[in-house]
């Protein structure tokens, strides 16, 4: 019914001839190499671009030692910071949205929109406006409202075990209507202690330090090694329950082991760039589309492919809105809210 | 859980409200008839008098208050300078504004609901009030004094449904996948709704983020108009459509076969509860969640299985004007725009009804 129990779809196919599957993996390999050269190059495109334009020859050069000029080695420097948040933000954001969707099996696993973003969020504006604390990038203050948020969504949204995709969808609604109230309501309650966080609340990666990502980063490598160490359960427990379980998997232990890792995923990236949504959704299934769905292969292409999208997205919010900038979550919100529609009209029949 | 619903209400329409009250017909002349009964009457009563209540509390507290001994002189006209700026200027447009948009929004949510035969399907959670805001707020700062803010809102709305309709693939008829698609829908338009700000003046952009929340500060009797005319306009075309929207309900074949053209009927109804909450959109933002609670409130009231249009518009009035009570009294210091609070209270309550019904069905 879903991109998620593809494999056992395409069972057949999987008895293809060993040359056929070294073909497969030949091109799945190359496809990883031309993603990261793509990465790469945004990545320059990302400081090269903005209100002053650099050229990315100097770019390069200012990167490896000897800028032309010490504005341009200012300028790029200025921006490396946010190119780097977008990275390993949109690395978390698609890793935790594949893994969602992974262990829920469920097409619409994303952390935006599940309300785990808003519960961290809810938290982190909590502790500047009544405990004065400079919260960007400070993940504890995020971890709560986000293991808050995953409980109240899985509560809600799985009941007695009857959990269906557009259920657990609606519970992240609810969560994220009232959270989103509460953030909305302190931060006008507050307009001083938010003067700064105007642009985080709604999710943006301007403005942030190297003291920002070297706080949020740990959290993000603990997360993705987590998740990454999943790809062997994921892949059982794509076939089923009962086969997952016949095969050796230990669903509760991947659930759980998902969870944290998701969890401490969306969190740090929420800490450190506020809510942004959809990137989970929509890369996973952007590399289902291309790749399929065995996870050893979809879980290190949203690697690349995250951080790929949200570099995109910054670089558009910089150039589109000129001379301001938009922010970043509402660039993915355009990429990411037509995936949604397209894997609406794929779920089961009984929705 | 449609099935469900369907059911109760074929069971309700189609015994004439069985085991509960008997219905009555009420006659006038020969040329107009109904049957009612008489909680669903009762009840709209005792809202009304809730209403006026809270009306008078909003009149009457705080600091810029009129004392209650003055309300009924200053009503009825007899005015001095500050009761009259209060009456004429602050309060009074204000109350008014509230009175009418939460009718809409009662009214609009009560129709959505019961034309997708879905619990949860009112404009707010499918995203029409979304969309709305995103037409109001394109033309409000692309093409200011061309549009009308309302055609906006409607030209918004109108879109959102339609973008609604065809992701689904099929209609308003599934129920989880309306939602799922006006979660998206909700998404895009406040998107779209970010990118225009960012393309507009400052001081518009701070006016405009403030009304997105959902908020009936500054209102005057023009907005006051707007909605009324909506609300009264809407309103009587959604009751004169009523039986015909009762036959659709139990089931397209059985409208089809009495005469009731279903695909026309839904067609008018569905454009009525657009064009009742893009006017009130347009007045006062998306004020979130009063469509969806107050036909589950009027339901559970009237303990009619059908809700009535008009308990329904009642509910969300009084709904409305006791958030902005609530607003304007609470000792913040600064006033939060009412949509605020209506979202935590509102997704507290689709929290709630989310578990009741999940518990009912396994």
């Known amino acids: 019914m879903t991109a998620v129990s593809t494999p056992r779809a395409k069972a057949p196919h999987d008895e293809v001839s060993v040359a056929v599957q070294r073909r497969r993996a030949w091109a799945r390999s190359a496809g990883l190499v031309t993603a990261v050269v793509v990465l790469g190059l945004l990545v320059l495109v990302s400081l090269s671009v903005g209100s002053k334009e650099i050229p990315l020859g100097d770019v390069w050069a200012a990167l490896f030692g000897n800028p032309p000029d010490d504005y341009t080695a200012t300028v790029v420097e200025s921006r490396i910071p946010r190119t780097l948040l977008a990275v390993v933000v949109g690395a978390a954001l698609a890793v935790a949205g594949a893994v969602m969707q992974g262990i829920t099996r469920n097409p619409l696993g994303d952390p935006g929109l599940l309300g785990v973003n808003s519960g961290a969020a809810a938290t982190v504006v909590t502790s500047i406006a009544f405990f004065g604390v400079s919260a960007a990038g400070n993940v504890w203050v995020a971890l709560p409202g986000a293991v808050a948020a995953v409980v109240i969504v899985y509560a809600i949204g799985h009941g007695r075990g009857h959990g269906s995709p557009a259920r657990l969808v609606l519970a992240g609604a609810v969560v994220t209507a009232v959270f989103s109230a509460y953030v909305q309501a302190i931060s006008l309650s507050f307009p001083d202690a938010f003067a700064a966080y105007r642009f985080w609340v709604i999710g943006s990666v301007a403005g942030r330090g190297f003291d920002t990502f070297w706080s949020i980063l740990p959290f993000i490598v603990v997360g993705l090694v987590l998740c990454l160490s999943l790809v062997g359960p994921l892949n059982a427990l794509a076939l089923g329950e009962d086969s997952a379980v016949a095969l050796g998997a230990r669903p509760g232990v991947t659930r759980l082991v998902g969870g944290a890792g998701t969890t401490l995923l969306a969190a740090a990236s929420t800490a450190g760039v506020g809510p942004i949504g959809f990137v989970g959704l929509a890369v996973p299934h952007i590399v289902r589309a291309l790749i399929g769905g065995d996870h050893r292969w979809l879980l290190p292409f949203c690697v690349v492919l995250g951080p790929a999208l949200v570099l995109t997205a910054d670089v558009v919010g910089r150039v589109i809105a000129r001379p301001d900038e938009l922010m970043v979550g509402v660039i993915t919100a355009f990429i990411g809210a037509p995936v949604l529609f397209v894997v609406v009209r794929r779920l089961g029949a009984r929705a | ?362």
Request: with cysteine; aromatic share 6%.
């Open chain 2, 1 to 362: 859980m449609t099935r469900v619903d369907a059911a109760a209400i074929a069971a309700g329409g189609a015994a004439g409200g069985a085991s509960r009250t008997p219905a009555r017909t009420f006659r006038l002349g020969s040329w107009l008839s109904f049957r009612y009964r008489l909680r669903p009457v009762v009840v709209s009563v005792l809202l009304v008098v809730v209403t006026v209540i809270l009306g008078v509390a909003t009149l009457t507290l705080g600091r810029l208050g009129i004392a209650l001994p003055d309300l009924p002189g200053a009503l009825l006209g007899d005015v001095s300078g500050k009761e009259k700026f209060i009456l004429g200027v602050i309060r009074g447009p204000r109350l008014v504004v509230a009175l009418g948009a939460g009718f809409a929004f009662g009214v609009a949510g009560s129709i959505f609901q019961r034309v997708t035969r879905n619990p949860l399907g009112s404009p707010d959670v499918i995203g029409l009030t979304a969309g709305a805001s995103a037409g109001a707020v394109s033309v409000s700062l692309l093409w200011p004094n061309i549009i009308p803010v309302p055609v906006g809102a409607l030209i918004g709305a109108v879109a959102a449904m339609i973008v609604v309709y065809a992701s689904t693939g099929r209609g308003f008829a599934a129920p989880q996948r309306l939602i799922v698609a006006g979660i998206g829908v909700s998404a895009l338009s406040l998107a779209f709704v970010q990118f225009v700000l960012s393309r507009a003046q400052q001081e518009q952009a701070t006016v405009v983020s403030g009304w997105l929340n959902g908020s009936l500060e500054a209102k005057d009797w023009s907005d006051a108009a707007v909605v009324w005319v909506s609300v009264i306009v809407f309103t009587v075309l959604a009751l004169a459509l009523a039986p015909r929207t009762l036959l659709v309900e139990l089931g397209d074949d059985i409208a089809d076969g009495v005469g009731a053209r279903s695909s026309a009927t839904r067609v008018f109804i569905v454009l009525i509860a657009i064009a009742l909450s893009a006017a009130a959109v347009s007045v006062c933002g998306p004020i979130a969640f009063i469509a969806l609670t107050a036909p589950h409130i009027a339901r559970a009231l009237t303990r009619d299985s059908g809700a009535g249009l008009v308990a329904a518009g009642l509910t969300g009035s009084a709904l409305l004007v006791a958030a902005d009570l609530l607003v304007q009294q609470a000792p913040l210091p600064q006033q939060l725009p009412v949509g605020i609070v209506t979202a935590g209270m509102g997704g507290l309550f689709l929290g709630f009804l989310l578990i009741r019904q999940w518990r009912r069905t396994g």
